[in-house]
């Protein structure tokens, strides 16, 4: 049997209510198939130089760089970086 006469018979097998999950499955594999090759292309990645955090440096405003500076001591990890997994 070819694939379009296995997919005929599992659809004359469907029950009524399945029919139409099955009809917007098989739009939908047909939609997507089918579209533009521009739509599909992948966007080059780029990374990051890091400029756009470089301008914000040493520019702290606030009166509250103590607190929020002890607010990052108090809750970040203790890495230890000369075992084999630091995080253990």
Known sequence: MTTKELLIQEIETLP?????????????IKHNYTKLP????????????????????GTWSGDDFKECLQSVYA?????KFDDENPFE
């Open 38 to 57: 521009s739509d599909q292309e992948q966007l080059t990645y780029r990374p990051a130089s890091g400029r756009s955090i470089l301008r914000h440096a």
């Open 16 to 28: 009524p209510e399945l029919l139409t999950e099955a009809l917007n499955l098989i739009r939908s």
């Open 75 to 79: 809750t970040r990890g203790k890495a």
